[in-house]
């Protein structure tokens, strides 16, 4: 990263949702809490950023917050061997869990908040220029630094990721009434909306005083009416979690060692 001072941009992840798709998986569990592998994709997520230089995190919580909080609390008692001398009231950790070198900002917006009002419940936190953004149920082999230069050197209010995605039927190759091949979930033409996104702070000004406002709605609708919202192509490996299918190929994928996310940028 070129400049030393934008380690410090924030990075506010929505993890509030219900997850209602998922059924019985997430009735007593938040959805960010599901388990990739031996770590809830939240972390996947975090560490994506984190390898990259974004180490300041500000989680907007809503449904089942308390657990995401103790996760993190707990993760020494959880992964490291312990020393306790009771006649002292002492405790100490003997290693086993990694050292995590992130500043993470723990924010009730609320369990049945919309994704735009979580946003400007956390704007207290938010003291840069620029902030950056996504959901807690996405990952992607994405550079986030090139996301954040090509963000900066348009000067315009927000940038968003643009992801082609699978089409989630088989598409029939044909020539007339003739089938002449049978291509598997193909790749759709159009972008959509891959989740990494970077805003001026001033973005914040848009998000009206509502919990019902939704983020992909009024916000960014009117930041692309005035042309202030521009698209970076994502190109590589990008997957979100937003049914238990997704969940399962996710952690299929995990298990294999073949998880494009995890490595390097």
């Known amino acids: 990263m070129n400049d030393p001072a934008e380690q410090d941009i924030p990075v506010v992840i929505l993890c509030g949702g219900e997850g209602t798709r998922f059924g019985q998986a997430t009735q007593g569990l938040p959805k960010p809490l599901l388990e990739i592998g031996a770590e809830p ?3 996947h997520i975090m560490r994506l950023y984190a390898q990259q230089g974004f180490r300041r995190f500000i989680l907007c919580l809503g449904y089942r917050g308390t657990m995401i909080k103790e996760y993190f609390l707990d993760r020494d008692i959880r992964e490291s061997d312990l020393r306790l001398d009771l006649s002292a009231g002492k405790r100490e950790y003997l290693g086993g869990a990694d050292r ?4 993470i900002t723990f924010a009730e917006t609320g369990p049945k908040t919309q994704t735009g009002a979580r946003v400007r419940r956390v704007k207290q936190y938010i003291d840069t220029p620029r902030f950056m953004l996504t959901y807690g149920d996405g990952v992607a082999d994405i550079d986030l630094r090139a996301l954040l230069m090509f963000h900066m050197a348009h000067g315009k209010i927000g940038t968003i ?4 995605a699978t089409s989630q039927f088989g598409e029939l190759a044909i020539d007339g009434d003739t089938v002449l091949d049978f291509v598997e979930k193909p790749k759709v033409q159009a972008l959509i909306n891959g989740g990494f996104f970077v805003f001026e702070r001033r973005f914040l000004d848009y998000i009206p005083d509502d919990p019902e406002c939704i983020l992909e709605r009024e916000p960014l609708e009117r930041l692309a009416a005035e042309r202030e919202l521009r698209v970076r192509r994502h190109s590589g490996y990008w997957q979100c979690m937003d049914t238990f299918k997704d969940y399962l190929l996710l952690n299929e ?6 998880a494009p996310w995890t490595r390097p940028q």
Request: charged content about 20%; overall charge negative; proline content about 0%.
């Open 41 to 43: 994709i939240l972390v």
């Open 161 to 164: 990721s643009g992801v082609q």
């Open 253 to 258: 994928i995990f298990a294999n060692g073949d």
């Open 100 to 103: 995590l070198d992130w500043d």
